[in-house]
């Protein structure tokens, strides 16, 4: 391909492939050094080529929210994956059962009585078993038990059904997503790893074996995961970052590895229109509370501009004193939550320098049905 990226239409999904590369490297570097199992969240890319270059990259196997993600990888072929959602509907459950039947090393996500027994019922019909993970709450207060005696009467529970069998206690520390400052980053990490380990070692304390403790979120993991007695982590967003994770201070600009190429389309006195809305840069300015972010976007080489407001597809970004763009130039947004953007499109255009190198779908995109 001879492509320069700056040619293609708009708006594109430009995913910079050497620093993909580094961001696979230094997630698997770090997981390397620290003995620690690495089970990346897909959540982030929902692409095949992408979780086989984790695979490659020494990861065990993958992390998902949704079953269908994991139909999706599974039948690419990977076929370790954690279901990190409380799977708890009867159709649901048939569906987590059809990956069973068709050799899934399935983990599914628990976290009350009322769901393991709905899972036994369902399970006992079909014969199969099925590995569950305790989640606890670390603080995100989300879903989760709460760590310590809540999680050893749940694991004593799940010892009664015999198609249940627990394979390890976990957390999602998203409410690092809100730290203030390193010093708080830090205490929410230690806090996410000690739910985890606190809860295992009072399980095992009980008599009941807890093989894998896992935390994970990309602000987090790399503190967590240094802490005694963690032996997995599921970082889904550190394989793009984006200026959520730059304005927490967790990666550099440069790391990001996705951006929208976006045209100038109205240049009006005081601000300029873009070809991307709500339904290409989402609304996102932190799920979990973060208000470092400026704007819906942070527009490369124009620190002058703060993309001020979005409609579904305008977004309107105003200047400080002037701004030299003119009617269709183009212009490079890293957004502000690579995950929901990389929802949006079909495909990851790749890009090495000025070029284009190739394309890649975002296989389980959507995934709603
Ligand atoms: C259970 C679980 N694990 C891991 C992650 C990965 O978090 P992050 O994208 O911050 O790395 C998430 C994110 O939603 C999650 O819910």
Redesign the pocket.
């Known amino acids: 391909m001879n492509q320069k990226w700056k040619d293609l239409d708009t708006p594109a999904l430009l995913l910079d492939k050497p620093a993909l590369l580094a961001n696979i490297q230094t997630m698997s570097e770090f997981a390397k050094e620290n003995s620690l199992n690495l089970r ?2 897909i ?2 890319h929902k692409s095949i080529e992408i979780a086989n270059l984790q695979m490659e990259h020494g990861a065990i196997g993958l ?1 998902t ?1 949704k079953l269908e993600e994991a139909e999706v990888m599974a039948d690419a072929g990977i076929t370790d994956i ?1 279901v ?2 409380p799977v708890s509907s009867q159709v649901k459950i048939e569906r987590a059962i059809r990956l069973l039947q068709k050799g899934t090393d399935l983990k599914l ?1 628990v976290d009350s009585l009322e769901q393991i027994k709905l899972l036994q019922k369902a399970l006992e019909k079909t014969g199969h078993t099925i590995e569950v993970w305790i ?1 606890v709450n670390s603080g995100l207060n ?1 879903c989760g038990v709460e760590p310590g005696e809540d999680a050893v009467e749940l694991a004593k529970a799940v010892l009664f059904l015999s198609q249940l069998r627990i394979g390890g206690i ?3 520390a ?1 409410h ?2 809100g730290a203030k400052n390193a010093e708080e980053l830090k205490h929410i990490a230690l806090a996410e790893a000690e739910a985890v380990v606190s809860s295992a070692e009072a399980c095992e304390k009980a008599g009941i074996p807890i093989p894998v403790r ?1 935390v ?6 790399r503190l967590a995961g240094t802490v005694d007695g963690i032996t997995e982590v ?5 394989v793009f970052f984006d200026s959520i994770q730059v304005g927490l201070g967790v990666a550099k600009r440069e790391q990001c590895a996705l951006s929208v190429l976006v045209s100038v389309v109205g240049v009006y006195k005081d601000r300029i229109v873009l070809d991307s809305g709500s339904k290409t840069l989402c609304l996102d300015k932190g799920a979990h509370g973060l208000d470092s972010v400026k704007g819906y976007g942070f527009v490369v080489d124009h620190p002058e501009l703060t993309i001020e407001r979005l409609s579904e597809e305008h977004g309107v970004a105003v200047f400080e004193n002037s701004s030299d763009l003119r009617l269709n130039d183009k212009v490079r947004i890293i957004p502000n939550h690579a ?1 929901t953007v990389a929802n949006m499109f079909d495909e990851y255009t790749l890009v090495e320098g000025d070029r284009v190198s190739g394309q890649w779908k975002v296989d389980a995109r959507g995934m709603r049905k």
């Open positions: 990346p969240h959540k982030t992390t929210a954690l990190a959602y996500a989640k989300r976990f957390t999602h998203g690092s997503y896992s994970g979120s990309t602000p987090t993991y599921r970082p889904g967003n550190a995950c």
